[in-house]
Nanobody
Framework: QVQLVESGGGSVQAGDSLRLSCAAS????????MGWFRQAPGKEREFVAT????????RYADSVKGRFTISRDNAKKAAYLQMNSLKPEDTAVYYC?????????????????WGQGTQVTVSS
């Protein structure tokens, strides 16, 4: 069993930065890919970024490429999402997730464990 707890959300102005953190419990953290997803009101949950078990491979949604950076620290069992140049359209609840696979993947159905989410609100 894996438990995930996100933190770091908040309300910011357009152009500001935030860093989300995801603390994980359970074994084999370094053996599975981690992902960040987001869900805005009235919309489906969408992929944001993913990182492989070792951290040597990443993938991003086109909408955040060049602005967001995903990273992980396996010794601390933590994953992070650095978000720069935030836009109002980035407003959503952000979720951390642990995959059943080692390699990067962007499909919601490939993730078995989810955090409770953290709200990010960007005003113009």
């Amino acid at each position: 069993q894996v438990q995930l707890v996100e933190s770091g959300g908040g309300s910011v102005q357009a152009g500001d930065s935030l860093r989300l953190s995801c603390a994980a419990s359970g074994r084999s953290f370094g053996s599975v890919a981690m992902g960040w997803f987001r869900q805005a009101p009235g919309k489906e949950r969408e992929f944001v970024a993913t990182i492989s078990g070792s951290g040597d491979n990443t993938r991003y949604a086109d909408s955040v490429k060049g602005r967001f950076t995903i990273s992980r620290d396996n010794a601390k069992k933590a994953a992070y999402l650095q978000m720069n140049s935030l836009k109002p359209e980035d407003t959503a609840v952000y979720y951390c997730a642990a995959s059943r696979y080692y390699n990067v993947n962007s499909q919601v159905r490939q993730y078995d464990y989810w955090g409770q989410g953290t709200q990010v609100t960007v005003s113009s």
